[in-house]
C-alpha cells in the first residue's frame, strides 16, 4: 500500500501511498509536506487536502477514506502522528526506539515496523497489543496488512536470507503460517482485498508467485523475465483478485491474470498458441526441474511501457468510470493513468497523465500534447458490478498518547470508528470490503 523513500528524500522526489481498497485514493509525502487526492475520473485530480505544516514527510497513510491520516516526518523519524486532517487537530502520537519504516492501518489494527521489531495497536484507541521483537533483520520495512479487517493477516518477512514469509493474525495475535516463497530475500509482498491471496516477489525479480490464505499454498506462479534481474518496487491486485500488477526499477509494468487453466476434459478452440504450448508441457517432462519449472511459469498478460526509467512507482489495478484501468504514480510525482483490455490483455493505452506537486497551475495541467488519441472502449468493459453502501453507525472514543492515557484529550468523531464492523462517513465511495 505504500512506497517509502526513507532516506535522500529531495525537493523533486515524493513517497506515494496509494488506498488498495479500491485504489481511488492517493497520498503524496513531500519536502514540504504531504498532499490527499482523490482519483474518480480519469481527466480530473481532486486535491482534497494539502499540509504544509510538517515538513519531509516520508511516510502518509490514509485510513480509507475517512478524515485519519498518519504521518512521519524526516525530522522526527522516530515519530509516528495521527491527525484528522479536516479539523486540522492532532488526535495523539507515538515514539519508538528506532526509526519507523512503514505503517499500515485496517479498520481493526495499525502496525508500525521498524528494522527489527513490529508494533500492532488498536487503531479504535491506539493501545498497544503486541510487540514483535527480534525479527530478522527488514531494513526496507516491509510488510503487508490486510485491508480485510475480518482478518487483519500481517505478512512480513521470516529470514534475512532467503525469502521466508511469516503470516500473522493480527487480530487475534497468533501466528498463522510461514511460507518458504523464494530462495533469495524478499522484495516485495501484498494481500488481495479479502485478504485471501498473497503475492510476493524476491530481490531477483524474476519469479512472482501468489498463496492462498491461510494454508499458504501456492496457487500461481509468474515470470516477470530471464534476461536480467531488477528490483520489484510494487505488487498490487485488481479488486476482485483476477489481476496482479507488478512495477520495477526498469520501463515495463507487467499485469497478470489469475486463471486456472482448463483440465485436459474441456478443450480449448485450437489455435498455434496452444499447440506450442502442448510440445514445451510434453518436452517439460524430459528435462531438468529447474528447466521445466522455467517452462511452466505464466507469462504476463498485458504490459506497460513507461516513459521513465530507473525510478521507483507504485501502481494499482482499479475500476474508474466503469472500466479498469492501471494507475502508476511514480517517485518524480507524476500519476499515469492506462486502459486495459480483460479479455485480451496486451499493450496498455496511457490515457492521461496527472502532477501530484508543483504549483496549482502545474496540478490542474494535463499534459494532452504527449498523448495519444484516446482508442474505443471494449464492449467487454462495461461489465461492472453494483457495490452496496451501508450508513455509519455511531461511537466516541478517545485518543491517547504513547502511554496509554488520554494526554491529547481529542476526541474521535463518532463516525471514524464504532464497534463490530466500522463504517466511514462517506461509504459510498469507499464500501465496506466484503469477501467474494
Known amino acids: 500500500r505504500l512506497t517509502q523513500y526513507v532516506s535522500n528524500l529531495r525537493q523533486d522526489r515524493c513517497c506515494i501511498s496509494i488506498l488498495k481498497k479500491l485504489c481511488l485514493s492517493l497520498a503524496v509525502g513531500t519536502k514540504t509536506g504531504y498532499r490527499l487526492f482523490s482519483v474518480t475520473s480519469v481527466d480530473k485530480l481532486d486535491c482534497i487536502h494539502e499540509s504544509t505544516e510538517t515538513p519531509d514527510v516520508y511516510i502518509v497513510e490514509r485510513l480509507f477514506s475517512s478524515s485519519l491520516v498518519v504521518v512521519v516526518s524526516q525530522s522526527v523519524p522516530r515519530r509516528m502522528n495521527v491527525y484528522h486532517f479536516k479539523k486540522g487537530t492532532e488526535i495523539c502520537n507515538y515514539s519508538y526506539s528506532n526509526n519507523i519504516l512503514a505503517v499500515r492501518l485496517n479498520r481493526q489494527r495499525l502496525v508500525v515496523c521498524l528494522e527489527e521489531s513490529i508494533y500492532i495497536h488498536n487503531i479504535k484507541d491506539m493501545k498497544l497489543l503486541k510487540t514483535l521483537l527480534n525479527t530478522p533483520s527488514n531494513p526496507s520495512g516491509l510488510c503487508a496488512l490486510s485491508i ?7 505478512a512480513y518477512p521470516g529470514s534475512d536470507t532467503i525469502g521466508e514469509i511469516i503470516v500473522y493474525d493480527a487480530n487475534n495475535l ?32 524474476t519469479v512472482i508467485r501468489v498463496f492462498s490464505i491461510p494454508e499458504g499454498l501456492r496457487l500461481f506462479e509468474f515470470r516477470r523475465g530471464m534476461k536480467r534481474y531488477v528490483n520489484i518496487s510494487s505488487l498490487s491486485f485488481s479488486p476482485d483478485a483476477q489481476f496482479l500488477c507488478a512495477s520495477s526499477n526498469t520501463e515495463t509494468v507487467h499485469i497478470f491474470k489469475l486463471e486456472q487453466h482448463s483440465p485436459s476434459g474441456e478443450e480449448e478452440a485450437p489455435s498455434w498458441s496452444a499447440y506450442v504450448g502442448k510440445m514445451f508441457t510434453a518436452a517439460s517432462s524430459y528435462l531438468p526441474a529447474q528447466v521445466s519449472g522455467m517452462m511452466s511459469q505464466d507469462r504476463a498478460f498485458a504490459t506497460v511501457r513507461l516513459q521513465m526509467t530507473g525510478q521507483k512507482n507504485v501502481c494499482a489495478l482499479a475500476i474508474i468510470q466503469k472500466l479498469p484501468r492501471l494507475l502508476v504514480a511514480s517517485s518524480d510525482g507524476q500519476l499515469f493513468i492506462y486502459n486495459i483490455d480483460p479479455q485480451d490483455g496486451g499493450e496498455c493505452t496511457l490515457v492521461q497523465k496527472h502532477r501530484l506537486f508543483g504549483s496549482d497551475k502545474d496540478l490542474e495541467e494535463t499534459e494532452k500534447s504527449e498523448l495519444p488519441e484516446p482508442p474505443q472502449a471494449c464492449q467487454s468493459y462495461a ?6 453502501t451501508s450508513g455509519p453507525v455511531t461511537a466516541t472514543l478517545t485518543g491517547y498518547s504513547e502511554d496509554g492515557g488520554a494526554k491529547k484529550g481529542e476526541v474521535i468523531p ?11 462517513d462517506d461509504e459510498t465511495e469507499f464500501p465496506p470490503v466484503s469477501i467474494r
Open 148 to 154: 480485510n479487517h475480518s482478518n487483519s493477516f500481517l
Open 174 to 205: 497468533s501466528t498463522v503460517t510461514m511460507i518458504p516463497a523464494h530462495d533469495s530475500p524478499l522484495a516485495a509482498i501484498t494481500f488481495s482485498a479479502s485478504g485471501t491471496k498473497l503475492a510476493s516477489a524476491s530481490e531477483r525479480g
Open 383 to 388: 461489465a461492472t458490478v453494483a457495490i452496496p
Open 414 to 424: 463518532e463516525h471514524e470508528f464504532a464497534a463490530g464492523p466500522v463504517c466511514l
